[in-house]
């Protein structure tokens, strides 16, 4: 078997790998990136889950829908009449479709440009640096890195009481492919990737369970931010169960007949439901399987994590890991940075990601987005905290849009007033939240947002007179 050899090589061209890659090569090293992915067309497709069957493509999905929404709950108040508006749910994927293979295609060609070898197969680390790659041509290749950079990824958690069957009971993948709208739909799990599908399908008809098994909704969030935005949804028509623990799934029935029984308790006591598709959508663990051969040295946390430092650092020398397969948020950025941070601190520059300023965000309608700790977290901790919010119905432009739903708050330190947190819910909230981040890696002020003149007629003038209200001096509302 021959071997070649590379200055860096990466495992996985997912938003973690892919960016590693191409920054160490704009760094001038020889870079080799695997990554094992097949698009809908069979051929290889980079870009990870968050391109093909992730970020992008539910993306796509949700702005389809909000269209088809609009037409039925927003157009009339513009004094905009049409009849008979339906959706073609082929045309809709296709569309979703293109958007992917476009992406997943430019990522091949920055590869080419930045003179990147890619790999097409299933890398494993095997000890001294050495990736042993799997091709899918049945071949098998070595290839011996100065430095391996781990971007494996993560995959969805299955339940073994609902195992995917790609038709019926789907993970994200199988929600973003239904070839027509869903009668009944329920779905295991309110989070990011249960409330943005669930969406999705309710704008186009469907009849949307969502069962979550905690007590409270968006428990991670801001507790005033998650009532309201748990306000919005339900008036949607989204059926949100909290305290619904599901303990059974049978599928029964043929063909177009197919339905899914869920069993359940709730604070009621045994409860079933009958429905035509389920989505499990419980979280994501870090795809490490077979990712490490005996005796590298790399060691994995109870969760099946990489271990690493704070610069990402395996502890074995020149190995690496990066994204959704280590600690720390599962989101497609924060991979971006950690992938860019490490190939920089290989090539002796500094690097560093905060992950304390990674912002959330979850693109239901209204959208929902923070960035630093909530006011639950700072009551935990002991932090004296000041706070200013500022509803959206306030603002002209949200007015003018038909979008007066939430708010912004801003959390500062009651002493220094440095910004501790900003929690959104609204329209746009997914652009506007990136003030607080820029605030908190500046070391900002509640003040120095309030003085910072904003745009008017602008969404972002929310932020603006929430940081006015953390010193009582906003001018549109009452302190």
């Known amino acids: 078997m021959s071997e070649q050899n590379y200055d860096v090589v990466v495992i996985g061209a997912g938003p973690a790998g892919y960016h590693a890659a191409i920054r160490a090569a704009q760094l001038g090293m020889k870079v080799a990136c695997i990554d094992a992915a097949l698009g809908k067309d069979g051929k290889p497709a980079l870009g990870g889950t968050c391109l093909r069957v992730g970020c992008i493509p539910s993306k796509a999905l949700l702005d389809s829908s909000r269209q088809f929404w609009n037409m039925g709950h927003l157009f009339d108040e513009h004094g905009i009449s049409f009849k008979d508006a339906r959706m073609d749910v082929a045309t809709m994927v296709g569309r979703k479709d293109k958007i992917v293979k476009q992406f997943t295609g430019g990522i091949a060609m920055l590869f080419k440009a930045n003179k990147i070898t890619a790999y097409h197969g299933f890398g494993q680390l095997q000890p001294g640096n050495i990736v042993k790659v799997r091709q899918h041509d049945g071949t098998e290749v070595e290839l011996k890195g100065t430095n391996v950079i781990i971007a494996a990824g993560s995959e969805s958690i299955e339940l073994p009481f609902a195992r995917f069957d790609g038709e019926t009971i789907v993970d994200n993948v199988g929600a973003l492919d239904f070839l027509e709208v869903p009668k009944r739909l329920a779905v295991i799990g309110a989070g990011v990737i249960g409330l943005e599908l669930g969406s999705v399908w309710k704008r186009l008809g469907s009849e949307v369970t969502i069962l979550e098994a905690l007590p409270d909704f968006l428990a991670a969030a801001d507790a005033e931010v998650a009532k309201t935005a748990l306000k919005e949804l339900t008036k949607q028509g989204l059926d949100i169960k909290l305290g619904a623990k599901v303990s059974a799934t049978e599928v029964a029935g043929k063909g177009k007949k ?116 909530t006011e639950q977290q700072l009551k935990a901790e002991g932090v004296p905290y000041k706070t200013g919010s500022f509803p959206f119905a306030a603002i002209g432009r949200a007015v003018a849009m038909g979008e007066p739903a939430g708010f912004a708050k801003v959390i500062a330190h009651a002493e220094t007033d440095r910004v501790l947190g900003l929690h959104l819910v609204g329209v746009g909230v997914s652009e506007l939240v990136h003030e607080g981040v820029l605030a908190m890696e500046f070391s900002g002020s509640a003040d120095d947002l309030a003085r910072i003149c904003h745009a008017h007629p602008t969404l972002s003038e929310a932020i603006h007179d929430a940081a006015m209200a953390v010193s009582k001096r906003a001018i549109h509302k009452a302190n």
Not at 263 to 273: C, K, N
Not at 295 to 321: N, P
Not at 340 to 365: F, Q, R, S
Request: with cysteine; glycine share 12%.
């Open 258 to 373: 197919k339905e899914v029984v869920v069993s359940y308790t709730d604070a009621a006591g045994e409860q079933t439901l009958t429905v035509d598709k389920l989505l499990v959508a419980v979280g994501r663990r870090a795809a490490t399987k077979d990712v490490l051969a005996e005796g590298t040295g790399v060691k994995l946390t109870e969760r099946g994590q990489i271990e690493v430092d704070a610069h990402c650092h395996t502890g074995v020398d020149g190995v690496w890991a990066v994204g959704d397969c280590v600690r720390g948020p599962m989101l497609a950025h924060k991979g971006f940075e950690e992938g860019i941070a490490v190939a920089e601190l290989i090539a002796g520059l500094p690097g560093h990601v905060n992950l304390d300023t990674v912002p959330w965000v979850i693109y239901t309608e209204p959208e929902i987005a923070w960035v630093g700790k």
